[in-house]
């Protein structure tokens, strides 16, 4: 028989691999529900790109609008001629991604208020009354709200958007100077994909909210 001191570890142990396990588990199905949620604004992102690839002619060699992984998309397109092109395809998801999340928010906004589910009031938050609604359209205003805030978070060029177009910029400057009126777009692009790892991209598709309350005359703040 063992030791009652070992016994005693042993058993420390293995409840210690039980609660790491369990923790494990639950950050894996964590990550999961986060990827699934964040999984329009990929797509729309990724879609940005390819079709800007499209209407610009640039042959496109591999497209994925989402899987699990890292990165979550991405579209894999033959080195453009011109530097404007890699400049389009470059900023392509903010525009698209800021007008379909807009829109989306837009419609949000414009039925939880025609319903009655949100109402402003003088305080610092308005007031919320699920039930002035019915359940479908209290669905499908939840639908509106994901898919608007989704979208409007990958909005911010990404990483390996901003190291791209740099990289277009350091090796075409010197043939076309013009490139240089370029630089401080350039610039912007790589400040705001960093500013990602502060959660401005967050921050910006809540700006949208707002501002898609201001626009229906229901102002939230």
């Given at each position: 028989?063992?030791?009652?001191?070992?016994?005693?570890?042993?058993?420390?142990?293995?409840?210690?691999?039980?609660?790491?396990?369990?923790?494990?588990?639950?950050?894996?199905?964590?990550?999961?529900?986060?990827?699934?949620?964040?999984?329009?604004?990929?797509?729309?992102?990724?879609?940005?790109?390819?079709?800007?690839?499209?209407?610009?002619?640039?042959?496109?060699?591999?497209?994925?609008?989402?899987?699990?992984?890292e990165p979550a998309g991405y579209v894999r397109h033959e080195q453009p001629e011109r530097y404007h092109n890699a400049f389009v395809i470059g900023v392509a998801p903010f525009l698209v991604n800021?007008?379909v999340a807009f829109g989306a928010l837009l419609a949000f906004a414009d039925l939880v208020t025609t319903t009655g589910i949100v109402t402003p009031s003088n305080g610092v938050f308005p007031a919320?009354?699920?039930?002035?609604?019915?359940?479908?359209?209290?669905?499908?205003?939840?639908?509106?709200?994901?898919?608007?805030?989704?979208?409007?978070?990958?909005?911010?060029?990404?990483?390996?958007?901003?190291?791209?177009?740099?990289?277009?910029?350091?090796?075409?400057?010197?043939?076309?100077?013009?490139?240089?009126?370029?630089?401080?777009?350039?610039?912007?692009?790589?400040?705001?994909?960093?500013?990602?790892?502060?959660?401005?991209?967050?921050?910006?598709?809540?700006?949208?909210?707002?501002?898609?309350?201001?626009?229906?005359?229901?102002?939230?703040?």
């Amino acid at each position: 028989m063992l030791p009652e001191p070992l016994l005693s570890a042993l058993l420390l142990v293995f409840i210690t691999a039980i609660i790491a396990a369990a923790i494990a588990g639950l950050g894996t199905v964590l990550w999961i529900v986060l990827q699934l949620a964040a999984a329009p604004g990929v797509v729309v992102h990724e879609f940005a790109h390819a079709i800007a690839c499209r209407l610009i002619g640039v042959r496109i060699h591999e497209v994925v609008y989402f899987r699990f992984g890292e990165p979550a998309g991405y579209v894999r397109h033959e080195q453009p001629e011109r530097y404007h092109n890699a400049f389009v395809i470059g900023v392509a998801p903010f525009l698209v991604n800021t007008v379909v999340a807009f829109g989306a928010l837009l419609a949000f906004a414009d039925l939880v208020t025609t319903t009655g589910i949100v109402t402003p009031s003088n305080g610092v938050f308005p007031a919320v009354d699920p039930g002035a609604a019915s359940r479908e359209l209290l669905v499908g205003a939840v639908a509106l709200a994901w898919l608007g805030l989704a979208i409007g978070v990958h909005a911010f060029p990404s990483t390996g958007d901003a190291n791209a177009l740099w990289a277009q910029t350091r090796t075409r400057w010197r043939r076309s100077p013009l490139v240089l009126l370029g630089i401080p777009f350039v610039l912007v692009v790589y400040v705001v994909s960093l500013l990602s790892w502060l959660w401005a991209d967050v921050l910006y598709a809540i700006g949208l909210l707002l501002l898609a309350f201001a626009v229906v005359g229901s102002p939230l703040v």
